[in-house]
């Protein structure tokens, strides 16, 4: 059986090997892959947090609340409320060591093949 490609997709549990410092994803929406990755590699282990960024301001705030939900201390997250295309938020900071994100898609579902 095919399995999907993805952050998991051959690895199950946690890991407790790897330590490091940010983690983010550039559209976010709720925050579950930010809180896959989370739960893969260990919260304690991504040292200086989470980072994401989400256009939609309900599914933003929906965000905010899945990290306290899932116990991710508010100083261990940062999720902004801006679009990433025109204002993306955090590259300033120190490089990312793991970027999570789901595909671009069209509103018919299907993935884009082209940005412009």
Same mark, same amino acid.
């Given at each position: 059986?095919? $399995?999907?490609?993805? &952050? ?7 890991? +407790? ?7 983010? %994803? ?26 994401? $960024?989400?256009?939609? &301001? ?7 609340? +899945?990290?306290f939900l899932h116990d991710i201390d508010f %100083? ?41």
């Amino acid at each position: 059986m095919h $399995q999907r490609a993805g &952050l998991g997709a051959n690895f199950r549990g946690s890991c +407790n090997c790897i330590i490091l410092d940010m983690a983010t %994803d550039p559209a976010c929406g709720s925050g579950s892959l930010l809180l896959k990755a989370a739960k893969i590699l260990g919260k304690e282990n991504v040292r200086q947090g989470f980072y994401g $960024q989400e256009i939609n &301001l309900t599914t933003y705030n929906l965000c905010r609340i +899945n990290m306290f939900l899932h116990d991710i201390d508010f %100083d261990k997250f940062d999720i902004a409320h801006e679009d990433t295309l025109v204002s993306p938020q955090h590259w300033d900071d120190e490089p990312f060591e793991v970027i999570v994100s789901n595909p671009l898609t069209q509103s018919s579902g299907r993935a884009m093949t082209t940005l412009f």
